[in-house]
């Protein structure tokens, strides 16, 4: 039997080692790269990204800068800023109660500072910033308080109060050290504070510096405080600014804190300071904050270094206006002490430019006949009003002139008397019989009650008959009231400081019958019933005075800014003459009332009420006022007795020709008929001529002549 051979199959080559060795020739390469990579990071590179890994974030904080000031109106400054050295902080992100105590302890050994206004909880917040001590204080507290769950809030306040009665006895360091804690403390998170702003020495400025790496967040700066070079005589006008510790008002401080403020910035709080603050506060400086991994601040960069606020300069010339503070302060003094004021709870004086409504000076005294003190109120002239009198009688002659009732060539009325039942005969000063009848120039010149009551009766159709009762158009009050508001009487004039009030209309219905009150609109015709301020009085004179114009008062001239050297920048803003409205009165008639108003002080008769001012040359326009009214005994109880008083005022202008100043004054609540309001305005013309040289005129005739050219 044959065999037959079967052959094997051939083996094929294994390829397993080749890609073997390719997967680990691939793994070493990579490893390779990793190395590399691991050297690049940590040898070539490590510091750099240690840098990168330590910084968490950077974030920009504000810094204050500097007001603007303030100027009168030939440049004299009236406000600065005096720099201080400062010592500031900056709080970080997150920064610990342990932190800030480290930072206070080492920065307290540097400086000194005054504690004030500390309390035991103050120092048992820095006390308890220990965290050992804090943790020694936990364990004291009843077990309730040891337990999980305890909210941090409730527990820190059990801390707080065991602290408060259990405070070591510090040294004199360690208070201000805690003093110091309060402050870092109450920053908000990347806030700047004042640690110290005043009285820093040079020695504490180079210490601090020196240590800067050792208290993160800390940096030297500069604060400012409000300086008064020329004393305090526009503190009035002028008003406030609040302290870094004050801080945002409390009523305002969501607005303020919507418009990017931070609770410490320094505001306005009064008069100019507070109603141009968006132009005196400035443009905040910007710092680039680098923060650390732990949350304190590693670095600073500052990209903006802020930008001072803008300057007011104002229409007031600081010398005239001290020259009219010291005219009412004098002749108010002596009212005091003559025993004339015992119920006076003030004296206001304002002059303005007729032409332009520019304020020129602005004063007040306010007295507290309680205590007898006496203090400054120039705001009193926008936002107190009174009962001024007879210097209504312009306005009530120009209105009825626009009713028609008189005109300017037929405006003779009777000067007799009325007489009404029940209220007793209704008169002017003068015995009656004095004048059987008077022009309007003549009324004015003498105060006529009678006159201007007649006008009222016209004007409001009065069927009237002695001793009868009578009426009125029940539109009575409404048709004067809108003749008056023509030059601002019992409206806003708008100036441009805060706090302006309107005044007091009085009622116009009868309790008793319900009616209209018609003898009421008789007292309106001569000024004493409505309340009016003395600014709205001014605007009023000056429409006289510049033929029918209401111009809108106002006290900054312009808004210029600081060059970065100090020196004054450019002008950014001028404030120009507004026209508020137009009298709707003719020329000729707005000229009846002006030669009324110069025959207050130049009439031929005896009875002409402003010729105290006779001597000023050039010659003055003006009206005198005198008001019944009525003042509490004890100003402090509204249900204190009433005692019947005697308001004076004045209006008037000059030169009586081209009209450069117009003024108006008001003392309130006399015991007696005095001359104080027109001895203020005299001194006040006076003044006002000699100071600016206002050239005399030949004579009287020469004014008289051309009163109404």
């Excluded at 004291?140 to 305890?150: D, E, F, R, S, T």
């Excluded at 000024?527 to 605007?539: H, P, R, V």
């Amino acid at each position: 039997m044959k065999y037959i051979r079967t052959p094997k199959p051939k083996r094929e080559r294994s390829h397993i080692p080749f890609r073997l060795n390719l997967l680990f020739f691939f793994v070493f390469v990579l490893f390779a790269a990793l190395v590399a990579q691991l050297a690049y990071l940590q040898i070539m590179n490590g510091e750099k990204f240690r840098a990168t890994v330590d910084s968490t974030g950077s974030a920009t904080v504000t810094g204050t800068v500097p007001r603007g000031e303030i100027f009168d109106s030939l440049g004299r400054p009236l406000v600065t800023n005096e720099p201080n050295s400062a010592i500031t902080y900056t709080k970080g992100v997150g920064i610990t109660s342990e932190q800030m105590r480290a930072v206070a302890d080492r920065l307290a050994g540097y400086i000194t500072v005054t504690v004030d206004g500390m309390l035991d909880g103050d120092y048992a917040d820095y006390y308890l910033a220990d965290p050992e001590t804090s943790k020694a204080v936990i364990a004291k507290l009843p077990a309730a308080m040891q337990k999980n769950g305890v909210k941090p809030a409730v527990l820190y306040q059990a801390e707080r109060e065991y602290a408060k009665s259990h405070l070591p006895t510090y040294t004199s360091k360690q208070r201000q050290a805690a003093f110091i804690y309060k402050k870092l403390n109450g920053a908000g998170q990347l806030t700047t504070v004042f640690i110290k702003d005043q009285d820093v020495t040079t020695k504490e400025v180079a210490t601090v510096g020196e240590h800067l790496t050792l208290m993160s967040g800390v940096n030297l700066g500069t604060n400012w405080t409000r300086s008064y070079p020329n004393g305090s005589s526009m503190a009035g006008i002028i008003g406030t600014v609040s302290s870094e510790k004050a801080g945002l008002p409390e009523e305002t401080i969501n607005a303020y804190l919507a418009n990017g403020y931070a609770r410490n910035d320094r505001v306005g709080t009064s008069y100019l300071e507070k109603a141009y603050e968006n132009v005196l506060r400035g443009a905040k400086s910007r710092t680039k904050v680098e923060i650390g991994n732990d949350n304190s601040i590693i670095d600073q960069v500052q990209q903006f270094k802020g930008a001072q606020g803008d300057n007011l300069n104002l229409t007031i010339d600081s010398q005239y206006q001290a020259k009219v503070q010291t005219a009412l302060t004098k002749t108010f003094a002596a009212a005091i002490k003559s025993g004339k004021a015992q119920y006076a709870d003030g004296a206001y004086a304002v002059a303005i430019n007729p032409n332009t409504g520019a304020i020129l000076a602005i004063a007040g005294r306010a007295h507290n006949t309680k205590t007898g003190k006496v203090t400054d109120d120039s705001l009193g002239v926008i936002n107190r009003a009174f009962t001024m009198g007879s210097v209504a009688k312009p306005a009530m002659v120009l209105g009825a002139l626009q009713d028609g009732v008189i005109t300017t060539t037929d405006n003779t009325q009777s000067d007799v008397p009325i007489y009404l039942p029940g209220t007793g005969v209704k008169k002017s000063d003068y015995a009656a019989g004095t004048f059987g009848s008077l022009t309007a120039a003549k009324a004015l010149a003498v105060s006529s009650n009678i006159y201007m009551m007649r006008l009222a009766m016209k004007e409001g159709h009065a069927k009237y008959v002695p001793k009868k009762l009578f009426g009125m158009d029940d539109d009575i009050f409404q048709k004067m009231r809108y003749y008056f508001s023509q030059f601002g009487l019992g409206q806003k004039t708008g100036i441009d400081l805060p706090g302006e009030v309107t005044g007091v209309a009085g009622a116009t219905i009868n309790p008793d019958t319900g009616l209209t009150a018609y003898g009421s609109a008789l007292d309106f015709s001569f000024g004493n019933f409505d309340t009016y301020t003395l600014i709205q009085e001014a605007q009023y004179v000056s429409a006289v005075a510049n033929n029918g114009y209401r111009l809108k008062p106002y006290v900054v001239k312009s808004i210029s800014k600081t060059l970065s050297n100090g020196q004054a920048g450019p002008i950014v803003s001028t404030t120009t003459p507004t026209v508020l409205s137009k009298v709707k009165n003719t020329q000729a008639q707005l000229n009846l009332v002006k030669q009324g108003m110069w025959e207050v002080v130049h009439g031929t008769s005896g009875w002409s009420t402003g010729m105290a001012l006779k001597p000023l040359n050039p010659g003055v326009a003006g009206k005198t006022g005198t008001a019944q009214s009525f003042a509490h005994v004890d100003p402090d109880n509204m249900n204190s007795k009433m005692v019947e008083t005697i308001t004076q005022s004045f209006i008037g202008f000059a030169p009586a020709k081209n009209p450069q100043i117009a003024i108006a004054v008001v003392v309130p609540n006399l015991s007696e008929q005095t001359s104080y309001a027109i001895e203020i305005a005299k001194q006040m013309f006076s003044d006002y001529y000699s100071l600016y040289k206002v050239a005399k005129l030949k004579d009287y005739n020469e004014t008289q002549a051309t009163i109404n050219g």
